[in-house]
């Protein structure tokens, strides 16, 4: 254990030292190419900051309109039919839309239902192994200025989708 320690404190600095070696090696100008990137970062995040404003702002309204609720008082019969605990039809709503929403909610949702319950075993199998789908389309398809995502957003809610199945079924059949 002593060995992963000292393994994880110096891999940080091992790295930054061999990135100025092979640059100095190389004879690339390293401090220049950093702050070069560091320009091109900024400029990436102005570029898609209206998108995380809009993205931001239609996740909250979502959540303080009532839709949330609504939509998951609607989804209850059909998710009791397929023996689904309906304590995670939030969270498989809102794990497309929005990382840090989910995560409140999984840290809420935690504190309710435990986290060795079916539930708390299901939300925590869930929120590692989905992703914040729109979140991260609208970031990286607005950074590099694709306008058309074509079949990206469906496919990615079909493994979506797979993935909350699959911490179901999973963690049912694994006590």
């Known amino acids: 254990?002593?060995?992963?320690?000292?393994l994880s404190e110096a891999a940080i600095p091992a790295v930054i030292i061999a990135i100025l070696i092979i640059g100095a090696w190389r004879n690339v100008p390293v401090f220049d190419a950093f702050l070069e990137g560091a320009?091109?970062?900024?400029?990436?995040?102005?570029?898609?900051?209206?998108?995380?404003?809009?993205?931001?702002?239609?996740?909250?309204?979502?959540?303080?309109?009532?839709?949330?609720?609504i939509i998951v008082t609607l989804l209850k019969p059909v998710v009791?039919?397929?023996?689904?605990?309906?304590?995670?039809?939030?969270?498989?709503?809102?794990?497309?839309?929005s990382g840090s929403a989910s995560l409140g909610l999984l840290s809420r949702q935690l504190k309710e239902y435990g986290p060795d319950s079916l539930a708390g075993r299901i939300l925590s199998v869930m929120m590692g192994s989905t992703e914040t789908i729109f979140y991260t389309v609208a970031?990286?398809?607005?950074?590099?200025?694709?306008?058309?995502?074509?079949?990206?957003?469906?496919?990615?809610?079909?493994?979506?989708?797979?993935?909350?199945?699959?911490?179901?079924?999973?963690c049912k059949l694994l006590p």
Not at 146 to 170: E, F, H, P, Y
Request: hydrophobic content about 60%; charged content about 15%; cysteine-free.
């Open 1 to 6: 254990m002593a060995f992963m320690s000292i």
């Open 39 to 69: 320009k091109e970062g900024l400029a990436t995040a102005i570029r898609i900051l209206p998108v995380l404003v809009g993205i931001m702002l239609a996740i909250n309204i979502f959540e303080a309109s009532g839709a949330l609720d």
């Open 80 to 97: 009791n039919f397929l023996g689904i605990p309906e304590e995670i039809v939030p969270m498989a709503i809102l794990r497309p839309i």
């Open 139 to 170: 970031v990286y398809f607005g950074a590099i200025g694709v306008k058309k995502t074509r079949g990206t957003v469906w496919i990615a809610l079909i493994a979506g989708m797979a993935g909350m199945i699959s911490s179901v079924i999973v």
